[in-house]
């Protein structure tokens, strides 16, 4: 059975960079007709879908993001990461790793989510 | 973008009761539309894929209907662990979007 996990900082100061990481297990994520995402949701409110990347690196992200979002592959540690740049208050959600499938693209499973707060 | 929109925004039912939760994409989506449940403290669970399509492991008393713009999700007969707030999404273009969500209560 797939299972995925974030890790990273919880806790990041105004402008610099936030980076998250989603181990897979179970599962491999060179697999085709899937790709990963990444979804945040300020508490309290609703879900935001950040990007994905696809087995062979294709990305795509929320142009409500703009630049400061990369998505990334580790095929070595079967796993992918979230980099968000010049951070704000804003940013300051819940982060969840999901993977999507081909077909009708939904989300499944998804990760447990890790809170990322934006302070100084 | 297509906006997704649910109505209502949160509803009160009881143990038993039917519900319905509608979700109105601003743009044909045909039937890239997915529903999901989020108990509190909880990271959100697919529970029906292209419409209609029963996720492997979810009850059967949930169900998907609807084509186009508009679309429904029903629960029959409501269970004490159904008390949760319900998600629409699409997936027929990027950005992927959601509903602002439904909150079932007591």
């Known amino acids: 059975q797939l299972h995925l996990q974030e890790s990273g900082s919880g806790l990041v100061r105004p402008s610099e960079t936030l980076s998250l990481t989603c181990a897979v297990s179970?599962?491999?994520?060179?697999?085709?007709?899937?790709?990963w995402s990444w979804i945040r949701q300020p508490p309290g409110k609703d879900l935001e879908w950040i990007g994905y990347i696809s087995p062979d690196g294709v990305t795509s992200y929320n142009p409500s993001l703009g630049s400061r979002v990369t998505i990334s592959l580790d095929r070595s540690k079967n796993h992918f990461s979230l980099t968000l740049k010049s951070v704000t208050a804003a940013d300051t959600a819940f982060y969840y790793c999901?993977?999507?499938?081909?077909?009708?693209?939904?989300?499944?499973?998804w990760g447990q989510g890790t809170l990322v707060t934006v302070s100084s | 973008d297509i906006q997704m929109t649910q109505s209502p925004s949160s509803l009160s039912a009881s143990v038993g009761d039917r519900v319905t939760i509608t979700c109105r994409a601003s743009?044909?989506?045909?039937?890239?539309l997915n529903w999901y449940q989020q108990r509190q403290g909880e990271a959100p669970k697919l529970l029906i894929y292209?419409?209609?399509g029963l996720q492997i492991g979810v009850p059967s008393r949930f169900s998907g209907s609807g084509s186009g713009t508009d679309f429904t999700l029903t629960i029959n007969n409501l269970q004490p662990e159904d008390f949760a707030t319900y998600y629409c999404q699409q997936g027929s273009t990027t950005p992927r979007t959601f509903g602002q969500g439904t909150k079932v209560e007591i």
């Open positions: 292209g419409v209609s």
């Open positions: 743009q044909i989506i045909s039937r890239y």
């Open positions: 179970g599962g491999s994520i060179n697999t085709r007709g899937y790709s």
């Open positions: 999901a993977r999507e499938l081909g077909g009708y693209n939904w989300f499944d499973p």
